[in-house]
Structure formats: C-alpha cells, structure tokens
C-alpha cells in the first residue's frame, strides 16, 4: 500500500483537541516543517486548536505551536532550547498561567506509553513515591502489589491521538529509519491511533526499519525537515538560526513578527 501524502494532507489529520505527539529529542530530528505547515493552517484558518502537545522533549517545534495559540496544554519532562536557553514563548505564556502543564517525568510519561502498548489502563512503578508530584496529578493513583503489599504509583496509559515522527530515510508502505538515536519515538508510533511520518528522502522499499508499516498512517517527503534542529548523520543544528529565534522572540507581538519572515529566519 502506497502511503505516501503530500504536507497539506497530512496537516490535515490534525483535528482541534487533539493529541499530538512530537518525535525526536531535544534539538535532534525534530519535525519542524510539519510543525511550520500546521502553524500556516492555523493562520489562515484558525484549526487545529485546543491541541494537547506531548513531547518526551519539548523544544523549538513545540515553541512554535504554543507561540501560535494552538496549545492548550503541554505534556512534557523538559521544555527549552538546550544551550540555546529558555523555550520564549513556553515561558512567556506558562509565567502568566495561561497554558495548562501537566506535570510530567521520565518516569510518567514512559510508564503512559508503556501502559498503551500493554493494552493495559496503567503501568505501576515505583518513581514519585515520596514526592510531591502526585499532589500535582491527583489523576496518578495509588496501588498495592497484591503480591507483596507494596505500594506503588499507577501511572495512566498515554494514548496520542496523531504523532508526527521525522525521519532519515522512509518507503512508500510507511517502513522507516529514523537512526541510532530513537528517544521514545518507537513507543510513540506504537501508541499513537495515527502516525504521520515525515522523511528526508523516500524510497520504494526499506531493507530495515525502526518504525514499521502496519503503525504508520502516511509519510511525506520532507527534505531539510528537521532544520534548523539537526538530523545527525544528514546535517548539524543551525545555531546561528536558532539563536535568532531567541533574540527575536519573546511576546505574541514579536512572534508574529518573525513567523511572517521565518523562511529566511528559520
């Protein structure tokens, strides 16, 4: 089956309150012109919206949509630009409360996806005992090990509604490669209802994959996907362009202003 879509109709399987996922890691194949193709969707037309964003890592794709207005709440362990400093508009909208943070670990969000791919409602652990996160998420309960009397935190199963992977290198069936450096994003295409897979090159089949076809909903050609991320071996960061983004960015005004000029700017 030939899963291959074009931006625009991938784009389009991003419903308003939604869940989407975000592969990737930190500043590391990131997919950022999907990212940079909703936030134009959104603009003309003012869907998606409402979008719950989750991301083991969250960093300049995420940014960009909580910097749009899409977001209404973030799911994630960490939130920034690495050396790079401060996510701005993460910062700008969560110092004055108006984006929902659910607060989130390693621990949490690998038991959620651990718990979805069980075909289980939670995956015990013993991470944030003795802590004060589970004040925070009332919705992470308590259990007893009927085997031992231990108790253990029940994290709830994390099922995204669409992820969107960027990849190395993809075939028209949707099999693909996405390097040595995987973060969650095979627990994440196995989780998710939908997988939109974005590529740097797509060939008619794949000798090997990390993410494989029956898991996949469609992939695009997307050369260059990642920038200004890396895509390690393919290409480095652009430090220059992420820090321009940093410098530039700082309030809704600013932003607008420089997602207006991002071609030359990102």
């Known amino acids: 089956m030939d899963k291959r879509l074009t931006m625009d109709q991938a784009v389009d399987l991003v419903a308003s309150g939604s869940c989407l996922g975000l592969g ?18 959104y603009i003309k037309s003012g869907e998606p919206k409402n979008l719950t964003l989750l991301a083991f890592t969250a960093s300049l794709e995420s940014d960009l949509l909580v910097g749009a207005g899409m977001v209404s709440q973030v799911r994630s362990c960490y939130f920034g630009l690495e050396i790079f400093g401060l996510a701005p508009m993460f910062t700008y909208f969560a110092n004055r409360g108006e984006i929902d943070i659910l607060e989130e670990t390693e621990a949490s969000l690998a038991s959620g996806l651990r718990a979805k791919l069980a075909g289980i409602g939670f995956m015990p652990g013993r991470a944030w005992l003795g802590t004060d996160l589970p004040k925070l998420r009332p919705d992470v309960k308590t259990i007893l090990d009927p085997y031992t009397g231990e108790e253990l935190m029940a994290f709830p199963a994390i099922a995204p509604d669409i992820s969107v992977i960027h990849a190395l290198r993809a075939d028209y069936h949707g099999n693909a490669l996405i390097g040595d450096n ?85």
């Not at 997919?31 to 134009?40: G, T």
Request: hydrophobic share 45%.
């Open 24 to 41: 990737g890691l930190t500043l590391y194949r990131r997919p950022i012109m999907f990212v940079r193709a909703l936030v134009r969707k």
């Open 182 to 266: 995987k973060g969650v994003d095979e627990e994440l295409c196995l989780a998710s209802n939908k997988v939109i897979v974005t590529a740097e090159e797509i060939v008619p089949e794949l000798p090997k994959a990390d993410l494989v076809s029956p898991f996949v909903t469609g992939v695009v050609l997307a050369p260059g996907g990642a920038l200004p991320t890396s895509c390690h071996p393919l290409y480095p960061l652009d430090g220059a362009a992420i820090l321009a983004y940093t410098e530039q960015v700082s309030d809704p005004e600013s932003y607008n202003f420089f997602v207006t000029h991002w071609p030359a700017a990102v």
